[in-house]
């Protein structure tokens, strides 16, 4: 799996990996549901830098390579939302990263759909996925996310139903541009670092979150 790695400096400071994880469900029932916008995410920032995800490892689809001289990972978890830390886990011991190497890309009711939060770390906020990941942290909650807005259910909805429905138009459009703004995110992280990409990014998602969170879905 290191092989391709190998080759490139794996030692230095500048390029010691990141491993990218997006939260979702496997299947074609689950494509196109608000719980994937995890596994869109990765799925438009390897597109975004010519990366195959196309090995099984770990539970997860993987993919592997660089971004400048950065080593990256990036990783799907096919083990079902609820039991991600499965996959996630083994991930992070097996390629010996420190969880602040580790980002986690997950769907958040908290924020208004197509708003993009980057934390250094915190609990699960009810989200199983997390649950999963923070349980196989052995409770180390100190790990980077990701939180992609989905909104809030309408009215009085069950939120596990909001979660598994499909984006209808108005959403997926806000979806679409929040993935291009991620993988434009992304790609700040990896030639800045995490703390002064949250710095500028989260400031420029606050004026969108000003925007949109009284604009229905």
Same mark, same amino acid.
């Not at 549901?33 to 099984?56: M, P, W, Y």
């Not at 708003?115 to 990941?133: C, D, E, P």
């Not at 138009?169 to 993988?183: N, P």
């Given at each position: 799996m290191?092989?391709?790695?190998?080759?490139?400096c794996?030692?230095?400071v500048?390029?010691?990996?990141?491993?990218?994880?997006?939260?979702g469900?496997?299947? !074609?029932?689950? +494509?196109g549901?608000? /719980?994937?916008?995890?596994?869109?995410?990765i799925?438009?920032? &390897? #597109?975004?830098?010519?990366i195959?995800?196309?090995?099984?490892?770990?539970?997860?689809?993987?993919? #592997?390579?660089?971004?400048?001289? *950065?080593?990256?990972?990036? &990783?799907?978890?096919?083990?079902?939302?609820?039991?991600?830390g #499965?996959?996630?886990g083994?991930? &992070?011991?097996?390629?010996?990263?420190?969880?602040?190497?580790?980002? =986690?890309?997950?769907?958040?009711?908290?924020?208004p759909?197509g708003?993009?939060?980057i934390? /250094?770390?915190?609990?699960?906020?009810?989200?199983?996925?997390?649950?999963? =990941?923070?349980?196989h942290?052995?409770?180390?909650? !100190?790990?980077?996310?990701l939180?992609?807005?989905?909104g809030?259910?309408?009215?009085?909805?069950?939120?596990?139903?909001?979660?598994?429905?499909?984006?209808?138009?108005?959403?997926? !459009?806000?979806?679409?541009?929040?993935l291009?703004?991620?993988? *434009?995110?992304?790609?700040?992280?990896?030639?800045?670092?995490?703390? #002064?990409? &949250?710095?500028?990014?989260?400031?420029?998602?606050?004026? +969108?979150?000003?925007?949109?969170?009284?604009?229905?879905?």
């Amino acid at each position: 799996m290191l092989s391709r790695l190998n080759r490139r400096c794996f030692c230095t400071v500048a390029s010691r990996p990141w491993l990218f994880v997006g939260l979702g469900n496997p299947g !074609e029932k689950y +494509k196109g549901t608000r /719980h994937n916008v995890g596994f869109e995410l990765i799925d438009a920032f &390897a #597109e975004s830098q010519g990366i195959s995800i196309n090995t099984v490892h770990c539970k997860a689809i993987f993919g #592997e390579g660089f971004v400048g001289e *950065v080593p990256v990972f990036l &990783a799907k978890p096919q083990t079902y939302m609820n039991l991600s830390g #499965e996959s996630i886990g083994p991930l &992070a011991a097996y390629y010996k990263l420190p969880l602040n190497r580790v980002i =986690v890309f997950h769907d958040d009711m908290d924020l208004p759909c197509g708003v993009l939060r980057i934390i /250094h770390k915190g609990g699960h906020g009810s989200h199983n996925g997390l649950k999963s =990941v923070i349980s196989h942290f052995r409770g180390n909650r !100190e790990f980077p996310r990701l939180r992609i807005g989905i909104g809030r259910p309408p009215g009085q909805m069950d939120p596990k139903a909001f979660l598994l429905q499909k984006l209808n138009a108005t959403a997926q !459009e806000r979806i679409d541009a929040a993935l291009q703004d991620g993988v *434009v995110m992304l790609k700040l992280l990896l030639s800045k670092g995490l703390t #002064e990409c &949250a710095r500028c990014f989260n400031k420029e998602q606050k004026y +969108k979150y000003t925007r949109l969170q009284t604009m229905p879905t």
